[in-house]
């Protein structure tokens, strides 16, 4: 029998903890538990527990109920207080008759004598959740080491916490193993040590209230045959531990179980649903309910997990009642789903809080713990062509080929998975807002924050504001991750661009701001946008500068073709070249680039790109500007080196990658003063810099008709594109981003 493993769950409530648990069961008169013992212990023979007990909350009025089963052993959850400070634990006594309950409770206003008596009538003890706060009880150091000196067991799994809880409550109790080190404790507090073994070994329990989770945490003792012989173990400290997954939906379960029974007890709960909630609660095993819940509802969970999967899909079945039956009712239904939805988010959020303050006093101990990082690139912007999806595919390429950690994470219907890319099927696709063309995903929260926890993910960079992107952030926060954010795209001066409202920009400002306050680092690509964010109120200490290379093996001279316009635009002959690439869009300050076109009608202008505002570029365009399209790869390598001049009149540029494809082509470029091109251009140089449409013009004639300065300033610009290596860039910037690093590139 010695490999036979006795198991019992040893932290448990029933209907008998009856007094209400916070300030909301206490305000509407909720006890703790409604569960009935016999439920608890059905359900715990069920999942193979070999022993059963209840611990209510200073009583043993439930376990009594079942105490005359051959398996059951009666225990009690005490509330006992430090008598110099009123500070209080909690302490599971296990194995105690009637007469041992009286007495203990008269005890439980000193921990001194209450203690000793356990030890005195060799009742098997442990101390509950030891860092666990009890009414507020302050936890330091101090406090923490007189409970070493006092309990010889410790419970450190708990079913309602986290698995970083574990780790230091372990890590604490293994400080502190041998008499030596017990005796200057003892000798340091001037506590007598109520120590019967040298090493405190250690407890498990589901601290369920609800009657679902019970019995998957455990309390294990090897070869016990009988109840005796595991309160022997117990008291012996010859334990094991053992527990099913820990999460939220432990604490869910038992805040929705009873809630349930509250409302039920009420009669609150509407006869039309009460057959699928109480197969939900566990209250029913109708097998029509659970066939009805898998093949109508799409829900293939465990029964301990139904809840938080009902809550998951809550959303998605609510959106698509408000599409088939728009109505006030139906947008009631969605906003309500929406609020259930982020309920298990906001227990995941109080569970990494407490486990936070408890990993803070654990340094106390000199306890650490740090995990490699393993950072969540999230984009709402992946096979589009623009320059966020052109550095989320980079870096995805150069985590593969360097071995990097770092997964892009997207949310789109029309890209499968790959390695080092994770795609959350979205609920919907949303227009993006002046680029209806752009679509973006909207994927279920809890499956993202699911992802991101178990896949391991200690960081979240988020390269887009977009839904993706925002639920990025709010997950990261919830989780604890550290979080770095990039600044791709003017959005506020784009929103003034297109509505004319000041106060809009104002407040989309204020948001970034806010976003870059909540992250450990913020990156922009130009010193314009670090002088911007700070003088809006970003911290200065948080804002890194993130300047791309360009891919020069790509984009060179080499490249230049003849011919290649006269064949791509279907002309006969053409004279000189003057180029724009970019989104066509009203931001881009292509009005400029016509009004030049217009002062130079034997030269040939070209527009590379495609947007919103083509339309209207195409109507009121002079004969001798011609747009394309899109180009990508070598073709767009061609169009750089088989022009003439780069014109690139944009007042928003975070940065102008164009700008450096254009120079490392070989082509002088003329940029706009405003915004951040010009911080690749050394005026007079290798390009000029212009701020009045007059200005631009001024800079091109000078360009067309000094062929010497042309290609000196060309030569100047090819040097200084090939500085700055894209690869080596962009890998000094993910290790900038995953904090492995300082940025080579970084402006102080």
């Not at 609800?210 to 334990?239: I, Q």
């Not at 947008?331 to 906001?346: D, K, M, N, T, Y």
């Amino acid at each position: 029998m010695g490999n036979f493993l006795a198991k019992a769950d040893l932290h448990l409530h029933s209907k008998a903890s009856n007094l209400p648990g916070g300030w909301f069961s206490r305000l509407i008169g909720c006890p703790e538990s409604f569960t009935e013992p016999m439920e608890i212990y059905k359900r715990l023979k069920e999942r193979g527990m070999s022993f059963i007990t209840i611990t209510d909350h200073n009583t043993i009025e439930g376990v009594l109920e079942i105490a005359h089963l051959p398996e059951v052993f009666i225990s009690c959850e005490y509330t006992v207080e430090f008598p110099e400070d009123k500070r209080k634990v909690h302490v599971l006594v296990y194995g105690l008759s009637e007469k041992d309950h009286q007495e203990l409770a008269r005890l439980r206003e000193n921990i001194f004598d209450f203690v000793k008596y356990l030890k005195e009538r060799r009742l098997a003890h442990s101390l509950a959740h030891p860092l666990y706060s009890v009414e507020r009880s302050k936890l330091d150091k101090s406090f923490v080491e007189k409970l070493v000196l006092l309990f010889d067991n410790w419970e450190v799994i708990n079913g309602t916490r986290g698995e970083g809880v574990r780790y230091v409550e372990e890590a604490i109790a293994r400080a502190y193993d041998g008499w030596d080190k017990i005796y200057h404790l003892a000798e340091k507090h001037k506590i007598e040590p109520q120590r019967i073994r040298e090493r405190i070994s250690f407890t498990a329990g589901s601290d369920d209230h609800g009657g679902m989770d019970v019995g998957r945490t455990w309390t294990a003792v090897e070869g016990a045959t009988s109840k005796e012989e595991f309160l022997k173990g117990l008291w012996e400290g010859k334990t094991q531990v053992g527990t099913e997954d820990l999460g939220e939906q432990r604490l869910l379960n038992m805040i929705g179980r009873v809630g349930y029974d509250f409302l039920k007890r009420k009669n609150y709960i509407p006869s039309e649903i009460k057959p699928l909630t109480d197969y939900i609660f566990m209250h029913s095993d109708n097998p029509t309910v659970g066939f009805l819940i898998r093949n109508f509802l799409g829900i293939r969970a465990e029964r301990t997990d139904m809840l938080k999967e009902v809550m998951k899909a809550l959303p998605s079945l609510a959106l698509e009642r408000l599409i088939k039956s728009p109505s006030p009712q139906t947008i009631g239904e969605l906003c309500l789903s929406l609020v259930a939805h982020g309920f298990p988010a906001f227990l995941k959020y109080a569970q990494r809080r407490e486990e936070e303050k408890i990993k803070e006093l654990g340094k106390e101990f000199g306890i650490t713990k740090t995990r490699p990082p393993k950072v969540a690139y999230i984009t709402d912007t992946y096979h589009h062509i623009n320059g966020v999806a052109r550095s989320a595919k980079l870096i995805r390429q150069i985590a593969m080929e360097e071995d990097l950690p770092f997964t892009v994470l997207i949310s789109s219907s029309s890209i499968r998975e790959e390695e080092g890319l994770i795609n959350l099927r979205p609920l919907v696709e949303i227009p993006t807002p002046f680029y209806e063309e752009l679509k973006m995903g909207l994927p279920n929260f809890l499956d993202l924050v699911d992802l991101l926890e178990k896949e391991g993910f200690t960081q979240v960079h988020i390269a887009t504001p977009g839904p993706l992107g925002l639920l990025g952030l709010l997950a990261g926060k919830i989780l604890g991750l550290r979080i770095t954010f990039a600044f791709h795209t003017d959005i506020p001066t784009y929103a003034r661009t297109y509505t004319g409202d000041p106060d809009l920009e104002e407040l989309l400002w204020k948001a970034f701001v806010f976003i870059g306050n909540m992250s450990h680092k913020f990156f922009v690509p130009s010193e314009y946008y670090k002088k911007v964010f700070v003088n809006k109120g970003l911290s200065y200490g948080k804002i890194g500068i993130f300047k791309r290379g360009v891919d020069t093996d790509l984009f060179s001279p080499d490249k230049r073709e003849d011919g290649f316009w006269a064949r791509r635009l279907g002309i006969k002959k053409h004279q000189r070249v003057i180029l724009y690439v970019g989104r066509v869009s009203k931001e881009k300050g292509l009005d400029n680039f016509l009004y030049v076109a217009k002062c130079f009608p034997e030269d040939t202008f070209v527009i590379v790109g495609d947007g919103p505002y083509r339309k209207e570029i195409e109507a009121k365009r002079p004969k001798n500007v011609h747009l394309t399209g899109y180009m990508v790869g070598e073709e767009l390598a061609k169009a750089y080196a088989s022009s003439d001049v780069f014109l690139f009149p944009s007042e928003t540029e975070t940065y102008g990658q164009v700008v450096l494809e254009a120079m490392a082509s070989g082509l002088p470029v003329i940029v706009s003063s405003k915004g951040a091109s010009h911080e690749h251009v050394q005026e007079g140089v290798n390009g000029f810099i212009a701020t009045r449409p007059e200005e631009y013009v001024e800079a091109l004639s000078l360009l067309l008709s000094n062929e010497n300065l042309r290609r000196s300033m060309a030569q100047e610009a090819l040097y200084s594109a090939r500085r700055l290596d894209l690869r080596k860039s962009y890998i000094d910037y993910m290790l900038a981003i995953a904090g492995l690093g300082r940025l080579v590139y970084e402006v102080d």
